[in-house]
């Protein structure tokens, strides 16, 4: 029975971990293009592993912003995981190892593809599966792209350095047609961003963007 399931799901699976092998590549180039050491990028991905917020604490540290304003960055990006991890806590199990490995595997992905699942069994098959796939993936992935880096110079000849705007923009679009209190905040924290950028270090703009959410909050009033 786990057999006949579990066939499906690796074939599903697979089209996510393709998309993942391909951002990884990405990043892996654009950290090493920019003039971080190869170690950077493949380190962070195994211990950090966050794409979107990998993405953007690099991108604050190549513009020429600090450590700290990188790592608030990164971490304000990632606060959504919380939410992720109470939706996916029966799935992970009551073991505090199986706990603290399946909670460094919530993504996006993985716990949108587990709960679209019909019953316990399989949402904890697709977690794991697609878990455990995407992670190996990814970081090959960013590997590949530190190593070949050097090689490949200006990433933005390939088109590279649009590849985290594009996921970024495929992630929230559909958020974006259909709430209009999120279109609102975007669209607020989008003009502080951009207001604030010629008169605030680099990193700054993306945390100023947060005050948005005051537009989110009036949302039963409006």
Same mark, same amino acid.
């Given at each position: ?13 697979? =089209?996510?971990? *393709? ?23 493949? +380190?962070?991905?195994? +211990? ?7 993405? $953007? ?9 600090? !450590? ?7 971490? *304000? ?10 939706? +996916?806590?029966?799935? *992970?199990?009551?073991?505090? /190892? ?6 460094? *595997? ?23 599966? $697609? ?20 090689? %490949? ?11 985290? !705007? ?8 559909? /958020? ?5 209190? +999120?279109?609102? $905040?975007? %669209? ?5 961003? =951009? ?5 605030? !270090? ?18 039963? $009033?409006?």
């Amino acid at each position: 029975m786990r057999t006949f399931y579990r066939t499906p799901l690796v074939r599903d699976s697979a =089209l996510v971990w *393709l998309a993942g092998g391909i951002v990884g590549v990405s990043f892996g180039a654009i950290a090493v293009a920019g003039g971080l050491p190869v170690w950077v990028p493949v +380190v962070m991905s195994l +211990v950090v592993y966050a794409g979107s917020a990998q993405f $953007s604490a690099v991108g604050v540290l190549l513009a020429g912003g600090g !450590p700290l304003a990188a790592a608030a960055t990164g971490l *304000l990006l990632n606060t959504r995981t919380a939410a992720y991890s109470l939706a +996916v806590a029966d799935i *992970l199990g009551r073991r505090w /190892t199986t706990r603290l490995v399946g909670a460094h *595997l919530v993504t996006d992905e993985t716990v949108a593809f587990a709960l679209a699942q019909p019953d316990p069994a399989r949402r904890r098959a697709a977690f794991w599966i $697609s878990g455990l796939g995407l992670f190996a993936v990814w970081n090959a992935g960013v590997l590949l792209g530190a190593l070949a880096g050097s090689a %490949l110079g200006d990433t933005a000849t390939y088109g590279l350095d649009a590849a985290f !705007p594009a996921v970024l923009v495929a992630l929230v679009l559909p /958020t974006l047609r259909t709430d209009s209190a +999120v279109r609102r $905040s975007a %669209l607020l924290g989008a003009a502080i961003a =951009l207001s604030a950028t010629p008169a605030v !270090p680099a990193g700054v703009p993306v945390l100023l963007a947060l005050a948005g959410l005051v537009a989110y909050g009036r949302r039963d $009033s409006a």
